[in-house]
């Protein structure tokens, strides 16, 4: 038994700890470098490019990321995507998977073929662009949604997760006089909050951290999200070359390094407010759903 009280057991126990207690510290303290370095002063992370615990915080670096109105509305913008995005795409991917799961639809195996080709293959940038162009999408905030709506491995968790429901429980709600549509929002969905909620979670953090598809097809810098704004931030701050008028005489300019950590930390903290109310669900849902293809 792995909770024997016999020496090789007990060496066994111990080893396990010490081994999870090396990850931990492997995970957590380029994190908590991360976090305290965003607090250093100019000073001390010259001296010390490892910063755990600051001898001095600061704030400098978050006065300059946080010093234009702009990113506030960059933070609404990308709050609206996220939260739309992760709504559009989690219907689409329910239909779509539920669809996949009924073995009296014609051409299942077909289309359920080609949802998994295209973990391979993909049209590329160029066939992308043309198509979001000719669908008049550009500058348009559907361009960062429509493209990227239905992911093939969520879809594919979602299949699964449906395909372990009971039979009897569909049956029952025929029998009650209840159509496709109803059997999915009635029972299906309400039954699969784990899987919903665990890909919800890859959703959002999807579109939450999505940058590239911003810069290619929003042309108004006016409807940036925070990633593509703090992206220039960074830019523009190691261009910074010492002409802090309208700053005030006392301020600093951040180094570029702290201004980066400070950028990371903003657009992190949102999924990490989120992720403990999705925690519970989170283990089950990716499990379950991976049981069976």
């Not at 009924?102 to 359920?112: A, E, K, S, W």
């Not at 899987?195 to 999505?210: D, G, H, K, M, P």
């Not at 008028?245 to 201004?259: H, S, Y």
């Amino acid at each position: 038994m792995f909770h024997d009280k016999t020496i090789s057991g007990r060496i066994f126990d111990l080893c396990n700890l010490l081994l999870l207690l090396l990850i931990t510290l492997i995970t957590f303290l380029p994190l908590m470098h991360v976090v305290m370095a965003s607090f250093a002063t100019v000073e001390e992370l010259a001296l010390k490019p490892f910063v755990l615990i600051p001898t001095e915080f600061s704030l400098k670096a978050y006065q300059y990321v946080l010093s234009t109105d702009t990113i506030f509305r960059s933070l609404g913008v990308s709050v609206g995507i996220t939260v739309g995005g992760t709504l559009i795409s989690m219907v689409l991917t329910c239909l779509m998977a539920y669809g996949l799961t009924r073995r009296d639809m014609d051409g299942r195996r077909v289309m359920m073929f080609m949802v998994v080709f295209t973990l391979l293959f993909n049209g590329g940038l160029i066939p992308t662009f043309f198509v979001v162009k000719n669908m008049g999408l550009i500058d348009s905030y559907l361009a960062l949604i429509l493209p990227t709506a239905v992911n093939a491995f969520n879809l594919i968790i979602m299949r699964t997760f449906f395909m372990n429901l009971p039979d009897g429980i569909e049956e029952s709600a025929k029998i009650d006089g209840c159509n496709d549509l109803g059997i999915l929002f009635r029972i299906v969905i309400p039954l699969s909050m784990p899987a919903i909620a665990t890909v919800s979670l890859f959703y959002a953090v999807n579109y939450w951290n999505s940058f590239f598809n911003a810069i290619i097809y929003l042309n108004d810098p006016a409807k940036w999200p925070v990633q593509v704004l703090l992206r220039q931030i960074v830019i523009v701050a190691s261009q910074f070359q010492g002409d802090s008028a309208g700053l005030g005489d006392d301020f600093v300019k951040p180094p570029e390094q702290t201004i980066k950590m400070a950028v990371i930390v903003i657009s992190t903290i949102p999924i990490l407010i989120i992720y403990p109310f999705l925690q519970k669900y989170f283990a089950k849902g990716a499990l379950v759903g991976s049981v069976k293809g």
